[in-house]
Each structure stands twice: as structure tokens, then as C-alpha cells.
T-cell receptor, first 111, second 113 residues
Framework: KQEVTQIPAALSVPEGENLVLNCSFT??????LQWFRQDPGKGLTSLLL?????REQTSGRLNASLDKSSGRSTLYIAASQPGDSATYLC??????????FGAGTRLFVKA | EAQVTQNPRYLITVTGKKLTVTCSQN?????MSWYRQDPGLGLRQIYY???????DKGDVPEGYKVSRKEKRNFPLILESPSPNQTSLYFC????????????FGPGTRLTVT
């Protein structure tokens, strides 16, 4: 059964710092992996989608990488800002399109 | 505006009283899915649907029913709600015949007393 783990569970950094969030999964037979952010009391906002055949995706200050063989994905956030404070979730979808979420990393960027 | 809508957004009900949470998308997406989010347990998939009349179980389907009679709608039915189904529910949809980027609705907060 697929298990998705996100490390760290929480992270506090000063504004301007570059940071890396980690997502690991136990079954490498995935269809895709998606990163989301969730603000307190709000819904999910899609950040990046990586198909299983891709190695990375970039959007603005965000870069997500995927190493399927080792069961890992990282979300790199450059030059962090207070507005980046949120919970970041990774979701792994299987070949049958079932989706498993990690527990998330709660990020706080201090001004 | 392209969006996933859910109704109601908030619902308080009593044990055993059947209810339906509606989900609708206006993007002509094939894939739709329901999730629940609970403190300490995160987001868990309840059911998903790859197309009309095609549904499959997620990780926590017990106590829920779904139907997909039209492409745009994917209602979640709780035939006999119990307090352990108190949760925040999200509907999502995705384009294409294969699974792509998932777009989420605003959520429905359900309380069962």
C-alpha cells in the first residue's frame, strides 16, 4: 500500500531564505505527483504537477523535482516571502489513479 | 470562470439523517474525486470517478456512496451519517482521459451530532 511522508512537519525560516520541502513515497509505480498549498481554513491550490516520465517542473520561484526510482520529490522555494506561509502538501497518484496525500509541511516565513 | 463548486459549504445534521453533498465542475473534466480532511489524519480519498458511470473506491469509502450520471456532477451521499463522519470534505476534478492536475473545490464542513 502506498505511503507518502513529508519532512519536515513544520519549518520556520527568515524571509529571503531558499528552502526545500521533501516528499517520499514507498511505491515507485506512480502516475504523477502534485504539490499543493493550503492556507488555514481554505481549500487547496495546485502548485506543480510532475508526470512520472518527467524529472522536474518549474513555476516562478518554485521548482519541483521527481526521482521515481528512489521514491522522492522535493519542492524548492527560492527567496521565500511571508506570503509563502502555508501548509504544503504532496499527493501521489497511482497507475489506477488513486491518490494518496502526505501529511504536509507547515511553513512559516518570518518578515 | 472555471471552477469546482460544492454545496452546501457548511452543514450540521443529526445521526442517521440521509444527506447529499453536491459537487459540480464547469470544465468538462472526466475525472472527479471526493476527499475528507481530518486533523492528524490529513487528506484521504473517499471515491473517484474516471468518467460517467465509472467509479472506484479510495482509501476510506465506508459509509459513503457516489454516483456519476453526468460528467459535470459527482454527488457524495451519506445514507446514515454518524459522528465519525464529521469532517471537511473536498471535491476535485481533473481534465483528460488520464489523470492530470487536480483542481479542488472550496470544501464542505460537515458536523454530525
Amino acid at each position: 500500500k502506498q505511503e507518502v511522508t513529508q519532512i519536515p512537519a513544520a519549518l520556520s525560516v527568515p524571509e529571503g531564505e531558499n528552502l526545500v520541502l521533501n516528499c517520499s513515497f514507498t511505491d515507485s509505480a506512480i502516475y504523477n505527483l502534485q504539490w499543493f498549498r493550503q492556507d488555514p481554513g481554505k481549500g487547496l491550490t495546485s502548485l506543480l504537477l510532475i508526470q512520472s516520465s518527467q524529472r522536474e517542473q518549474t513555476s516562478g520561484r518554485l521548482n519541483a523535482s521527481l526521482d521515481k526510482s528512489s521514491g522522492r520529490s522535493t519542492l524548492y522555494i527560492a527567496a521565500s516571502q511571508p506570503g509563502d506561509s502555508a501548509t504544503y502538501l504532496c499527493a501521489v497518484s497511482s497507475l489506477t489513479f488513486k491518490t494518496i496525500f502526505g501529511a504536509g509541511t507547515r511553513l512559516f516565513v518570518k518578515a | 470562470e472555471a471552477q469546482v463548486t460544492q454545496n452546501p459549504r457548511y452543514l450540521i445534521t443529526v445521526t442517521g439523517k440521509k444527506l447529499t453533498v453536491t459537487c459540480s465542475q464547469n470544465m468538462n473534466h472526466e475525472y472527479m474525486s471526493w476527499y475528507r480532511q481530518d486533523p492528524g489524519l490529513g487528506l484521504r480519498q473517499i471515491y473517484y470517478s474516471m468518467n460517467v458511470e465509472v467509479t472506484d473506491k479510495g482509501d476510506v469509502p465506508e459509509g459513503y456512496k457516489v454516483s456519476r450520471k453526468e460528467k459535470r456532477n459527482f454527488p457524495l451521499i451519506l445514507e446514515s451519517p454518524s459522528p465519525n463522519q464529521t469532517s471537511l470534505y473536498f471535491c476535485a476534478s481533473s481534465a483528460g482521459t488520464d489523470l492530470g492536475e487536480q483542481y479542488f473545490g472550496p470544501g464542505t464542513r460537515l458536523t454530525v451530532t
